[in-house]
């Protein structure tokens, strides 16, 4: 596995992106909404580079795989804060097509916030099918596909501390 962001580079660009999103909001309560589970990490990491009061909500957005039309979505929200009348930010792993940041942005939209913004840890360049674009992005990086720092292939390699290129010759070969 080729490492693509370093554990310090990761960090440096996730200090990056709090610093941002605070000069945006500066010190109003934020309401962060969580998609699971890719966000995890870069969750519990931004969250303690904000210094506004912060809530935490997850949501949990997943496509369909097989028996249905790909690229539709199944979206549970059984675990959301009531968002009425909040700022909210929705924070997602990566932005591919964009579909999934899309979904979430409008179901979050419909809870009657008074602001919706997202953020994103990874914006994978040329693949981006909706018109809506993150407001936040750590990093862009070319069209390969990912795992490590919470994101995951077949629910493995979460855990990595790094973000690596999963070949397409290891994504054969692995079937744990
Ligand atoms: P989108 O809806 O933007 O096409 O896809 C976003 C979702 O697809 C992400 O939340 C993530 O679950 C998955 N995804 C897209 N690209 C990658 C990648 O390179 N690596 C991993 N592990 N997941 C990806
Ligand atoms: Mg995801």
Known sequence: MKTLLSESQLRGGVDEMAQAITRRYGGNPLTIVAV???????????????????????IQASSYRGHTEPGQLWIRDDMMLDVTGRDVLVVDDIFDTGKTLQRVVECVGEMDPNSVSSAVLLHKEGRQQVALTPDFVAFRIPDEFVVGYGLDYQDLYRNLPYLAVLEPSEIEAETV
């Open 36 to 58: 699971m589970t890719g966000s995890l990490v870069l969750l519990a990491d931004l969250i303690r580079q904000l210094n506004m009061p912060v809530r935490v909500s997850l």
